[in-house]
């Protein structure tokens, strides 16, 4: 299976604390790997790194067999983000989010098709005239998400997507991940363990900036001798094994 990333001992300093660590993480095409940790554990730092938005201070990753730093536009191109803050503007209707971000990644002979296409995609028919600063949380994220794969990425970041919803709109918002998935890797960053067990194919577990387990949720749970990823995860973040 060819690989969508991989990091050689990735790092970022800054100052006096190191929050990513040497951390070597391999991401297989069309898969949807989970990257799970407190706050603090560098998971935002490790995504802003593999999208170009933020330079490693050492190691490497490469995105598509692309460098992050000497190919960082070209990264950039490929992937899409949709950040913890909803990156979307609040006095623009929810078209005017999509067709913006559209013309940024997108030849002006696709946007209209474009931008029908996510709007039928993600259910957003019902308020496409609607100011996203009017539309529910729930929404808000969909939005958010729409807008970070509307330029077609390979590679899909979702750091926190569905932070602070209910559970009917978190549960909403899995289903489009799940379909979002069967054409792009994702890596998703989450603190909702229910989450990571239902979408992810693989997972890493972040402590302190390094990568403490990895595996399938059937190797952390026999690497740990727990049954659930809850109860992997804290086995593993209070150093029980």
């Not at 070597?24 to 995504?47: Q, R």
């Not at 536009?73 to 899409?80: D, E, F, R, S």
């Not at 559970?167 to 289903?175: D, G, I, K, Q």
């Not at 990568?211 to 209070?238: M, Y």
Request: hydrophobic share 45%; proline share 1%; with cysteine.
């Amino acid at each position: 299976m060819a690989k969508a990333i991989i990091t050689d001992k990735l790092t970022k300093v800054f100052k006096d604390k190191t929050a990513v660590n040497a951390v070597d993480i391999s991401v297989e095409e069309n898969s949807l790997v989970a990257l799970l940790g407190v706050n603090g554990a560098g998971k935002t730092t490790t995504i802003r790194m593999l999208s170009g938005l933020s330079k490693p201070t050492s190691g490497k990753a490469t995105v598509m067999d692309l460098d992050v730093v000497s190919s960082a536009a070209q990264v950039k191109a490929l992937t899409g983000i949709s950040t913890q803050d909803t990156a979307v503007a609040q006095n623009l209707t929810v078209e005017e989010n999509l067709r913006f971000m559209a013309q940024i990644y997108l030849d002006k002979t696709e946007v209209n098709s474009a931008v029908e296409e996510i709007i039928s995609d993600f259910g957003l028919a019902q308020c496409r005239k609607k100011k996203a600063k009017l539309l529910s949380g729930g929404w808000q994220r969909r939005l958010s998400i729409a807008m970070a794969v509307i330029g077609k990425p390979r590679v899909l970041f979702l750091d926190e997507p569905t932070l602070g919803l209910d559970v009917l709109a978190r549960r909403e918002l899995w289903e489009e991940i799940e379909r979002l998935k069967k054409n792009m890797t994702i890596v998703l960053t989450t603190h909702y363990m229910e989450e990571a067990q239902e979408l992810a194919d693989y997972i890493y577990i972040m402590i302190d900036g390094s990568i403490a387990a990895s595996g399938t949720l059937d190797e952390l749970e026999k690497q740990s001798g727990r049954k659930g990823l809850e109860d992997v995860f804290v086995s593993i973040a209070r150093g029980e094994n």
